[in-house]
């Protein structure tokens, strides 16, 4: 049975003839050039060359786009672009053989229109080959390809028209004949930048081969036309082999498959400098005219450019202005919910709070019970989708007379005047929105609130207010705080300095943490590792605690493990993983030197960071059993001398500049029991 030849078969086929086409093309430039520049071979070969390969080259590059098989979308393209470069081919074939010997050939002939039909078809499949690679035309890419165009065209029309203007003679079709070439290449190099533009200024091979192609026979065209103004032209330079060169090229292209592109959009410098040099090109033509006058063409072209450059400029500063905007909107939106994030409750507080007759609000933080569970459970993707539900449950539940928040985590927030019903009323909705139950769960809240502007006038006030009471009502810790308690209780029996200890890192800790704006999860995480840091010692020989001498390095190595065995002993308490893993760092270093991991710098996590400051400071200051206790100065002079080696630089200048003199004013009350309040 005869096998039916498909479309691949003929598309295969129809490239391989292109090919060979396009080398035997580029064999017979080759040969053209060879030959002009060195004249070899005699009259015969001249002869050859300039009558008969010269016009093949155009033949051949025809051919070769008119054979290349493309899609449906290019395809027209390159037969178009095809047809205008025979007609060319045609027109030059007609002077070879027909005008060429003439004494006095006629001007126009029908080698002018072969020429210049070149132009038309190749326009039109220039442009389709743009439309069909070059997908989503921006407003901007549109105005780029104008500003390009414009620029380029009354570039080159104030550079040629104008000589050629002056120089021709004859009657009105042998002028509108010389101006229509200059016109026609104005036209092909604004076609050329323009499309350039309209890519977004990305060259690939193809548009690189297409627009040097085009680029190389405009150019030989004008410097044709302004040579033979000034009656400079001779046959037999390098200007000759321009129009087969350019044609090469343009076949060359015709054979690189180009895939459809979106536009690049310009960045940074580059988004203004192309607008700013294609202005300051028109500008110069524009000053320039009031020196030497330059033709009305050229003139118009650059006015429209320097319009469509203000356009440009007015339209990237809309855009800009937008984008700023939208930016704006997603800094103070919390993407999961969509509720306003932290910082557009401190935005709204602050603003609040500044108003000389504001009113009275409220303001709710809610904690979730159980959430932790439920994202060990099902996975963190149905957390998010949890929280998500939970969060437009709690902004439904304010009926639009109050704002939503969420803080990150598991925490929420409501800002309600106190006029819309009071504290029970938005306690009640918010409680109700965010729970949630089913057969393996349940996720409940815990709140805390603050009456503003009575119990603060600040928006970081405000927020503690209302996270100590959420504690108050919840725990320190949430649903395992008996746990924390016997431990704590453990170590104040085994040793009552380290119980005196614990309380003093623990209220250091706690004030630094307040002072660097940790609230909800973050600070009660600070407090619970502080107070648990030393937990690990209990399982240290007293002899070992006690010494009143240096450690040994085995003595030393038993207490390099004290923060490891903490992290055993916390971790089998339900509820308390995260403080198992702090206290697990506290004795690392910001220089990588620490144990027991060798952890350095931001990956030491913050919470751990703050207490081996706030650790460190206590244990200067106190009395041990191997040495005195020194002054808070020598304290503060051994913590900036750790800085940056053994401590988080930016954590120790806010500790000494700011906690402790805070602390120090004060100082009129103890220090908090060790308790769990």
Not at 28 to 38: D, I, S, W, Y
Request: aromatic residues 8%.
């Amino acid at each position: 049975m005869r096998q039916r030849i498909g479309p691949d078969f003929h598309a295969a086929s129809s490239t391989r003839r292109a090919l060979v086409i396009l080398a035997s093309t580029a064999a017979m430039f080759g040969a053209v050039a060879l030959q002009m520049q060195t004249a070899f071979g005699g009259t015969s070969v001249e002869h050859l060359c300039t009558n008969w390969l010269y016009d093949g080259v155009g033949a051949g590059a025809a051919a070769t786009c008119l054979l290349r098989d493309r899609d449906s979308g290019d395809r027209l393209a390159w037969r178009l672009i095809g047809a205008g470069i025979l007609c060319w081919t045609v027109g030059d074939g007609y002077y070879t053989f027909a005008l060429q010997d003439l004494s006095s050939p006629p001007f126009p002939s029908f080698a002018d229109l072969g020429y210049l039909a070149f132009y038309l078809p190749t326009f039109i499949g220039f442009g389709l080959l743009v439309r069909s690679r070059v997908v989503e035309f921006t407003r901007s890419v549109w105005l780029d390809g104008l500003i390009a165009a414009f620029t380029v065209c009354a570039l080159a029309t104030s550079l040629v028209w104008g000589v050629v203007w002056r120089s021709s003679e004859g009657g009105l079709g042998a002028v509108a004949t010389n101006l229509a070439y200059p016109s026609g290449d104005a036209l092909l190099l604004a076609l050329l930048f323009g499309a350039v533009a309209l890519s977004g200024w990305r060259l690939t091979r193809g548009w690189s081969l297409l627009g040097a192609g085009l680029a190389l026979f405009a150019v030989a065209d004008s410097v044709y036309l302004v040579e033979v103004a000034h009656g400079a032209y001779r046959y037999g330079t390098w200007l000759d082999l321009g129009w087969p060169g350019g044609f090469v090229l343009i076949a060359a292209a015709s054979c690189i498959s180009v895939k459809q592109t979106r536009p690049r959009q310009l960045e940074g410098r580059a988004l203004i400098a192309i607008p700013v040099v294609m202005a300051s090109v028109c500008l110069t033509i524009e000053v320039w005219d009031h020196f030497q006058r330059i033709n009305t063409v050229a003139l118009v072209a650059a006015s429209l450019g320097l319009v469509a450059v203000l356009g440009r400029l007015a339209l990237t500063f809309t855009e800009h202005l937008v984008l700023l905007e939208a930016t704006r909107e997603e800094s103070l939106v919390d993407a999961l919910t969509g509720l306003g994030n932290r910082r557009a409750l401190f935005r709204e507080l602050d603003t609040f709070l500044s108003q000389p007759n504001g009113g009275e609000a409220l303001l709710l933080l809610f904690d979730l019970d159980g959430f932790k569970g439920y994202n060990d459970t099902f996975g963190h993707g149905a957390g998010d989708s949890l929280l998500h539900r939970l969060g437009g449950r709690l902004r439904d539940s304010l009926g639009g007379r109050g704002q939503a928040f969420r803080l990150g985590g598991d925490e929420f927030c409501v800002l309600v005047e106190s006029s819309v019903g009071g504290l029970e009323w938005v306690r009640a909705a918010a409680h109700a929105s965010l729970r949630e139950s089913g057969e393996a769960f349940r996720v409940t809240c815990s709140s805390g609130h603050a009456e503003l502007p009575r119990e603060a006038d600040n928006s970081r006030d405000a927020l503690q207010i209302a996270d100590r009471r959420m504690y108050t009502a919840k725990g320190l810790i949430g649903t395992d705080n008996g746990s924390r308690d016997v431990l704590l209780q453990a170590l104040v029996e085994r040793d009552g300095y380290l119980g005196d200890h614990t309380n003093g890192v623990t209220h250091y800790s706690a004030a630094l943490a307040q002072e660097l704006g940790l609230v909800g999860s973050q600070a009660k995480l600070v407090r619970a590792a502080a107070e648990l840091h030393d937990v690990g010692k209990l399982a240290l020989p007293e002899t070992v605690l006690a010494k009143p001498g240096q450690l040994d390095e085995g003595e030393w190595e038993l207490v390099r493990r004290h923060t490891l065995i903490g992290e055993r002993i916390i971790a089998a308490a339900a509820g308390l993983e995260d403080v198992a893993r702090t206290v697990r760092s506290t004795h690392e270093r910001w220089d990588g030197g620490g144990y027991p991991d060798g952890i350095a710098a931001e990956e030491i996590p913050l919470a751990a960071r703050l207490i081996s400051i706030c650790d460190a400071y206590d244990a200067i200051t106190s009395n041990r059993a191997y040495r005195q206790a020194r002054t808070a100065e020598e304290a503060i002079d051994e913590l900036r001398a750790s800085a940056g080696t053994q401590f988080d630089p930016k954590l120790v200048e806010i500790f000494i500049e700011s906690v402790l003199p805070r602390m120090n004013r004060q100082a009129a009350g103890s220090l908090p029991a060790l308790t769990a309040s």
